[in-house]
């Protein structure tokens, strides 16, 4: 049986801000990125194949608009040189980091950049990803494993993260002249 727009709207879309709002950590914008992706929908469903993936379908388009949104917006996002609310005032800083360390992230080795782009940022499972880069699921998850070492490292040299017991950051400090995504 053949889904109508109206139900394959009430079926995903849920789910699939959800899984948006983790990925751009923006409520707001997670709604504007929903719309785009249920306007390819009715534009490309035509497309599908095989209805019996329906679901990896749609996450995969549902990917492709997260990272086309990206790279539309090319943003590079530079950390700020200092605190801009002042000594001791204990904010989270995860929204700022998330741009900065994607933008670390797109400076990786190409095979260490893609591994982690699309298994952190949108959303590939590690098994996907093997299947993806047509190589075994232990060699997909040593090359997560080490763009995440290689993207550690860049961020170390650049930055002393101060994170609270569940991993939020709550400081950081800059190193001076160091915090420039192309700059090891």
Known sequence: MEKTFEQLW???ANRLE??????????ELASDILQ???MKVHLQ???LRDPGKLNAWIFQLTRNVIADHYRRADRAVQLPDADPCGP????????????????????????????LLLTEFEGMT?????????????GAKSRVQRAREKLRERL???CH??????GNILHYTVRPGCCKPGKK
Not at 18 to 27: A, L
Not at 95 to 113: C, G, I, N, Q, T
Not at 127 to 135: D, F, M, S, T
């Open 18 to 27: 959800s899984f948006v709002t983790r990925q751009m950590g923006d409520p």
């Open 36 to 38: 785009e992706i249920f």
């Open 126 to 138: 590690q098994v996907e990803l093997a299947r993806h880069l047509g190589i075994s699921l232990s």
């Open 88 to 115: 001791g005032f204990e904010e989270n800083y995860n929204a700022v980091f998330h741009d900065a360390v994607r933008s670390f992230a797109a400076a990786l080795p190409e095979k260490y950049r893609e591994a």
């Open 156 to 158: 170390n040299d650049c």
């Open 161 to 166: 993260v101060q994170p609270d017991p569940f």
């Open 10 to 12: 009430e079926e995903y």
């Open 45 to 47: 469903i035509g497309s």
